[in-house]
């Protein structure tokens, strides 16, 4: 952050931009520092703080499992170790109850899922200034902690699922199974064209609709996080009741976040079953 003092529009926007990297106008590459320099950048530039937590936390994820996993006792569970079969058992159950075919990969995916994102999504609960001061001392211009804001971090996982999406449609039904179900439901074949509307747009909705979920509730989170932030410069009356909304949007916060990492593993299990599925 600047040492001078923002509005409150610069502050928001100072918060909501991304670490990027890319071709600066002058043709040189380096780190924007403002939102047009980062927009010119185009499709190559990468958003730094977003890669960057990522990675950081789902090392944590597989360190902190794996330690577990090396450490586990046969007796009676406790601490870290009991939390960690908890939630192995919560994905075991979840993924016993909505996926119906025989795929070792599904259990380990939505683990991952669950627990990667979980991780992404309660980095908004940390104080919004904290990290981007950090930043500022180490001479960064900007740096957003939590990756579910970012869009190419949500889009980036869901593109995923959806290539698994297809990639199994096709193992288990065919080419022609596959390309027989968006051209022959639901409407058999005299009604093709209305079928490859359909069935395409249900198909590429399954991506977008992931993405775009996990993303537009943890960026109004973030927002409303930002926009609490700046009553503590109202004075100490407003900072005081400001204080109190905070804590109370946290707590509330918890569930979201939690419910967001819990419907993107869901819905990906579902995607999978019906992949696994002769007709859905």
């Known amino acids: 952050m600047s040492t001078e003092a923002l509005t409150s529009s610069e502050y928001i ?12 106008p002058g043709g040189d590459w380096g780190l924007a520092h403002s939102a047009e320099q980062a927009k010119e950048m185009g499709f190559w530039a990468l958003n730094l703080d977003t890669l ?27 601490g870290v170790q009991n939390f960690v079969e908890w939630i192995v058992e919560f994905i075991d159950t979840s993924v ?3 996926f ?37 001392l180490l001479g960064l211009p900007f740096f ?22 297809v990639f199994y449609s096709i ?15 639901p409407f058999g074949k005299f009604g093709l064209p209305a079928n490859i509307f359909l069935e395409g747009v ?21 927002m409303i996080f930002i926009l609490i932030a700046l009553m503590f410069g109202g004075g100490i009356g ?6 109190a909304l905070q804590w109370a949007w946290a707590v509330f916060h918890i569930l979201i976040v939690t419910l967001q990492a819990f419907i993107f593993m869901t819905l990906t299990i579902v995607y999978l079953d019906m992949a696994h599925q002769e007709h859905h």
């Open 144 to 165: 957003k902690v939590v990756p579910s804001t970012d869009p190419n971090a949500t889009f980036g996982m869901a593109i995923s699922v959806f290539f698994l999406v």
């Open 100 to 136: 119906s075919g025989k795929n070792p990969l599904v259990a380990p995916l939505a683990l991952t899922i669950f627990v990667w994102i979980l991780l992404m999504n309660l980095m908004d609960l940390l104080p919004v200034d904290w990290v981007p001061r950090i930043a500022h």
């Open 13 to 24: 926007k100072h918060h909501l931009q991304n670490l990027t990297f890319g071709k600066l």
């Open 202 to 222: 249900n198909l590429v909705a399954k991506p977008v609709s992931l993405a775009l979920r996990l993303f537009g509730n943890m960026y109004a989170g973030e």
């Open 96 to 98: 016993r109850g909505s």
């Open 238 to 243: 407003i900072g005081l009741f400001g204080g």
């Open 52 to 78: 960057g937590m990522s990675i950081f936390l789902g090392l944590i994820f597989l360190l902190v499992f794996r330690s577990v996993a090396k450490t586990a006792s046969a007796g009676i569970p406790t």
């Open 171 to 185: 193992k288990m039904k065919g080419l022609g199974g596959f390309v027989g179900e968006l051209t022959l439901q």
